[in-house]
């Protein structure tokens, strides 16, 4: 049996590859063939040999293919043509308005995405979602037997040392406030930046922020947020793009605190990552956001500039409550940890599997 899987795009440190990935592994162990397949103009350059172009795609009746969906693109229509079983795995689509101004192309394509969302739900044998919250919105939109399977944390990687350039860079007496994600609209970090310059003023000027993500996500939008910067004259706000798995991890050692301001969030693995790493969490109760923190760090909502900035100094400095915190933390990743990905897996596709 062929088991593929069909993506929009293919990006290093983006975590629908990389549960894609963990799949194809899975798939593999179980003596099935399985192939990552993309649009290879949305294919990051050191993956261009690990997954294959979408033309090259073809399937039986009796093989079963992966659609991972939350954007309109060419993939999609591959998988709705396909003669394999077809499995829908729903990462949620980001409201359209986000992206209006910013990216009037992305916000056409997350438009197009909703509106035949309902169609690809139907057309396909099942339907999993990444979350309760993503299940929910497709139940309210009538999609039934819909099935939960929330993004897998990585397993441990190796034991890479960490960039000692990086190490070096943001060494010293600072506290480092750090966010790792797409440089995107609905992250929403014009809000981390506002409550950062007012924490760095009124409570800490010994503090900086750093702010992990490509800048081609949204082009516009990081625009804007380097002037703010600049408007808020904020000298201790660094930008870094981009960055590797491998240069990531130097980044969470240098961390002593980490924040998502993010309005809209199918689940958000970064929150878990940080996590793993001992880092205090703060994040905005928002989507799937709370699943992806399950019971552990610190969600808020609602908070002006000074309140959030009042709470990261709370966590900083509160040495009691930061112990607790990171405990809660240790509990979550270790559940993370001891799920069994190829049971849920087999049970999800146990009818389809025979």
């Not at 998988?79 to 308005?97: C, D, G």
């Not at 930046?193 to 000027?205: T, V």
């Not at 992806?292 to 000074?306: K, S």
């Amino acid at each position: 049996m062929q088991i593929h899987q069909i993506l929009a795009g293919y990006a290093d440190g983006d975590a629908i590859s990389n549960e894609a990935a963990l799949l194809r592994e899975i798939f593999r162990r179980w003596g099935h063939k399985s192939e990552i397949y993309a649009d290879l103009s949305r294919v990051s350059p050191s993956l261009t040999t690990d997954c294959r172009a979408l033309a090259d795609y073809t399937a039986g009746a009796s093989d079963i293919c992966l659609h991972h969906y939350g954007i309109a693109s060419p993939a999609t229509g591959v998988f709705l043509a396909s003669a394999a079983r077809k499995i829908m795995v729903y990462h949620n689509i980001t409201p359209a308005e986000y992206f209006g101004g910013f990216d009037d192309a992305v916000a056409a394509q997350l438009r197009a995405a909703r509106l035949a969302l309902p169609e690809v739900a139907r057309r396909s044998d099942a339907v999993w979602t990444v979350s309760q919250f993503n299940a929910a919105e497709l139940q309210a939109a009538g999609i039934a037997n819909v099935k939960v399977f929330p993004l897998l944390f990585p397993p441990t990687p190796p034991d890479l040392p960490p960039d000692p350039l990086i190490l070096k860079k943001f060494a010293g007496p600072l506290k480092n406030i750090l966010f790792v994600g797409r440089i995107a609209p609905n992250k929403r970090i014009e809000d981390l930046i506002l409550a950062f310059a007012w924490y760095h003023r009124a409570l800490n000027p010994f503090s900086r922020l750093i702010i992990i993500g490509s800048k081609r996500s949204a082009a516009r939008y990081y625009t804007m947020l380097r002037m703010l910067a600049g408007d808020l004259d904020l000298s201790n706000l660094c930008f870094e793009g981009f960055v590797s798995s491998a240069r990531l991890s130097a980044y969470y050692r240098t961390a002593d605190l980490y924040v998502s301001a993010s309005a809209h969030e199918g689940y958000c693995l970064p929150l878990v990552e940080a996590m793993a790493h001992g880092i205090p969490v703060i994040a905005r109760a928002a989507g799937g956001t709370p699943e992806a923190m399950d019971g552990a760090g610190v969600l808020y909502d609602d908070l002006a500039p000074a309140e959030l900035g009042a709470l990261f100094d709370r966590v900083l400095t509160d040495a009691a409550l930061r112990e607790e915190i990171i405990a809660s933390q240790s509990r979550r990743v270790r559940r993370a940890r001891e799920r069994n990905p190829e049971s849920e897996v087999q049970a999800l596709m146990a009818g389809m599997l025979g």
